[in-house]
Structure formats: structure tokens, C-alpha cells
């Protein structure tokens, strides 16, 4: 049986009109679920592990990347769920990087097709990530962003053209298992399994399904140049920038001398003392056309 997860009305006013629909449809076509409403995040999290200790293993969450983290991190051992995803029109950069569809009737047909797929997910120390991470400048200018009342794509361009000549740079020392330590000054950094933020093309050469992420990072010194390489990086164009170093690798770790790393995590802004970062490849089983 489907078990529908969607997303809180408070997080997304958005996620129970689509439920909805997709409930009037499943009603037509005599198909068994469930839906599971909660009223805070927390109380999703309570519902997702109650529902896997009943034994249930079929799964469709409407909603975005923060609610699919939430989700996979609500349960300990995912190879015994199937995922199906219904797009909210919030951070829905997973979704679109696999494929699915944002019509939400047409994103259940494509699930109760019942083909699966199985695509490559992150560890972040103790947690588990779907999408990517951003350490640098992205993470200091969005949490200038949570800081306004009004949200939005103007107020975002504004916080950038703003801020992102004035970061100087994050300290980090970082390596991968059997390489050598390197310490650099860091103006933005990214570890990819999806390669989209937002919908931008942050790692165009990311791939969900090949047991490796793409890790890229540049240090950028002068002013005029920071706004420049801010710009080439919501594009994907800065894998050609020459200040760009690039790796394909399935584990890194990462330190920083006052351990506080301000990072970005599938749309979530989190602070550590140290990250340990690995990919588990073929680990999450996805209802995909």
C-alpha cells in the first residue's frame, strides 16, 4: 500500500491542495493508501518511523528536498523502502535532477507504474543527504537571505550583489582516503550527488547513479573577481573556470582550525565542527518512469 507524507501546511501551504489531487485520483483509479498529514516537521519525522516499524515499506512524499531529508533520515535501513516523489514548488532540485514529473497527476501515474530505480545517496557524518552540500560563499550569503522578512528571487540577487564581494574566505583543510592533506583559503566549495540548487545548474556534471560525487572548489582572491565566479557557479560554468579544482571522488573529510563550517545541506543551513562525507552508491530505491 502507498503511504503519502505530505509535507506540513505550515512548511508548504502548497503540499495539501496537491495531495488532494492526487487523492481524488488514486480514488478513480481503486488504488489502496494512505495519507499521513502532520502539523509540524516534527510530527512528520514521529509518523515516518512509526509507519516503517508497522512494517510499511512503499512510500510517496510530497514534497522538496529539506521534507526528502527529513524523510530518508526518519528511517534506519532505506533498503527496504521504495520512494516515490511528488514536487511541491519549493527546493525541488532532486526531483528535477531525476526526472519526475511537477504535475502532480502525472507523477503518481508515473509511480504507480511501480518501476524502480535505484540512485546513489550521501552520508554527512551521521546523516544521510540526497543532493549536494555548499561550503563558502553560497552558505554565508543564504544565511544573510533567512535573515529578511521577505523572501524571494529579488531579495536573494540583492543579498549577493551585496555580500559576496566582502566574504574573505573560509580556512579549510580537506582530503580523501590514501591522499595527503590540503589546507586552502576557500571562496566556494561543492560536493555533488544531484548537481541542481534552486534550480540552478550548480555541478553540471554531477551524477546520482555512479558511486562518486563531484567535488569542486576554487579560492578567489580579489574583489571584482568573487561577484564574477558567484555568477559562472549558479551557471555550472565555473568546472571551466581555470581557478577551479575538480575531483570525482566517493569520500572526503573536512576541518576547519575554529570548527565552524557553515554549510548548506540539501536546502538546509547547518554549522559543524568537522565533516565526514562518503556515498552510498545504489542506496536509495526510487519509483521513477
Same mark, same amino acid.
Given at each position: 500500500?502507498?503511504?503519502?507524507? @505530505? ?37 512528520? +519525522? ?20 529539506? %521534507? ?39 507523477? &503518481? ?24 552540500? #555548499? &561550503?563558502?560563499?553560497? @552558505?554565508?550569503?543564504?544565511? &544573510?537571505?533567512?535573515?529578511?522578512? %521577505?523572501?524571494?528571487?529579488?531579495? $536573494? @540577487? ?18 580523501? $582516503? ?7 583559503? &576557500? ?24 558511486? #562518486? ?8 582572491? +580579489? ?30 573529510? %573536512? ?18 565542527? +568537522? ?15
Amino acid at each position: 500500500m502507498l503511504n503519502i507524507i @505530505a509535507s506540513p501546511y505550515s512548511y508548504n501551504s502548497n503540499a495539501e491542495k496537491i495531495v488532494k489531487r492526487i487523492v481524488s485520483f488514486l480514488k478513480s483509479e481503486k488504488v489502496d493508501y494512505s495519507v499521513f498529514f502532520s502539523p509540524d516537521l516534527n510530527s512528520l +519525522e514521529t509518523n515516518v518511523k512509526q509507519l516503517v516499524v508497522d512494517g510499511e515499506t512503499e512510500f510517496v512524499v510530497v514534497g522538496d528536498d529539506p %521534507i526528502l531529508n527529513l524523510f530518508i533520515n526518519s528511517i534506519k535501513d532505506l533498503s527496504k523502502i521504495k520512494l516515490g516523489i511528488v514536487p511541491i514548488g519549493g527546493e525541488d532540485d532532486f526531483a528535477e535532477c531525476l526526472g519526475v514529473s511537477f504535475n502532480p497527476i502525472q507523477a &503518481i501515474k508515473d509511480i504507480l507504474e511501480k518501476n524502480v530505480e535505484t540512485v546513489d545517496y550521501l552520508v554527512v557524518n551521521d546523516s544521510k543527504a540526497i543532493n549536494n552540500i #555548499l &561550503i563558502g560563499a553560497s @552558505a554565508e550569503i543564504y544565511e &544573510i537571505y533567512n535573515q529578511y522578512k %521577505i523572501k524571494n528571487s529579488i531579495t $536573494r @540577487a540583492y543579498v549577493t550583489r551585496q555580500n559576496a564581494a566582502k566574504f574573505e574566505g573560509i580556512e579549510l583543510t580537506f582530503y580523501s $582516503r590514501n591522499k595527503q592533506p590540503q589546507t586552502e583559503i &576557500i571562496f566556494e566549495l561543492s560536493i555533488s550527488n544531484g548537481g541542481l540548487k534552486k534550480g540552478k545548474n550548480v555541478s553540471p556534471l554531477a551524477n546520482v547513479k555512479d558511486g #562518486l560525487f563531484n567535488f569542486n572548489y576554487a579560492s578567489v582572491s +580579489e574583489k571584482n573577481d568573487k561577484k564574477k565566479y558567484l555568477a559562472m557557479f549558479n551557471k555550472g560554468n565555473q568546472i571551466y573556470d581555470e581557478k577551479t579544482k575538480q575531483f570525482w571522488i566517493n569520500n572526503l573529510k %573536512i576541518f576547519s582550525p575554529n570548527k565552524k563550517i557553515k554549510a548548506i545541506v540539501d536546502g538546509k543551513l547547518n554549522t559543524y565542527e +568537522e565533516l565526514n562525507i562518503s556515498i552510498v552508491e545504489n542506496g536509495l530505491k526510487i519509483y521513477k518512469k
